[in-house]
Structures are given as structure tokens and as C-alpha cells.
């Protein structure tokens, strides 16, 4: 059974930080990108971040740039999202997806994804 599932979602003040994991059962990380997407409440998914095969090139959605970081596990088929000087409007349930290119081009585009994860959510508090 392919499986995508994420850990490390939880609540913390603005300022503060969280790590995701997301850990893949069934399927393998080879030859495909990496992505992060987050889904607020009352929103629609939007893109976070994503990272190549085998993990040399990453891309970010402006409003998390300089704060989230992307990088994987290729060994432990494991995807992180590490999370600095959250924000409120970071509060969202995220979502961590398998591409079936090897390329980080054109990563927003959601359909461009194969298998996703059913999200962790994060909540940001004032």
C-alpha cells in the first residue's frame, strides 16, 4: 500500500519553530521531486516548497522564503520542512506530495503530484 505520512504538526506562538516530517511506506523517493503544500482554513491549497531528485535544487513560495527550509532522506525515504519564525497565517494543515518529475519546474502545479500525504496540522497562535 502506498502511503505518504506526516509527523510533526502541533501548536506554537508566532516566532516560534517546527519541524515536518514526512515518511514514505510502499513507495520510493527515487526519480521524483518532493513537495510541500498547506491547505488554511477557508483557503485552497496553495504550494509551500519543493525539492529535486536526488535533492540539489529547492524552491520556495515567497511567503515562507527565508524562513522554511526543504530537504530530504533519500536513505530513510524521508521528507522534512523545517519551520522558523512561524507565523499566524502559517496556520494551515500540511501536506506533503510525491511528483512524478525528477524537476522542481513548474512544482506549484498540484497535479503534477502522484501520491499525497493527509496532512498535520500547525497552528499558530498570537
Known amino acids: 500500500q502506498v502511503q505518504l505520512v506526516e509527523f510533526g504538526g502541533g501548536s506554537v506562538q508566532a516566532g516560534g519553530s517546527l519541524r515536518l516530517s514526512c515518511v514514505a511506506s510502499?513507495?520510493?523517493?527515487?526519480?521524483?521531486?518532493m513537495g510541500w503544500f498547506r491547505r488554511a482554513p477557508g483557503k485552497d491549497r496553495e504550494f509551500v516548497a519543493a525539492i529535486s531528485w536526488p535533492g540539489g535544487s529547492t524552491l520556495y513560495a515567497d511567503p515562507v522564503k527565508g524562513r522554511f527550509t526543504i530537504s530530504r532522506d533519500n536513505a530513510k525515504n524521508t521528507l522534512y520542512l523545517e519551520m522558523n519564525t512561524l507565523k499566524t497565517e502559517d496556520t494551515a494543515v500540511y501536506h506533503c506530495a510525491q511528483r512524478r518529475q525528477a524537476y522542481i519546474r513548474g512544482s506549484a502545479h498540484q497535479e503534477d503530484y502522484l501520491y499525497w500525504g493527509q496532512g498535520t496540522q500547525v497552528t499558530v497562535s498570537s
Open positions: 510502499g513507495l520510493t523517493f527515487s526519480n521524483s521531486a
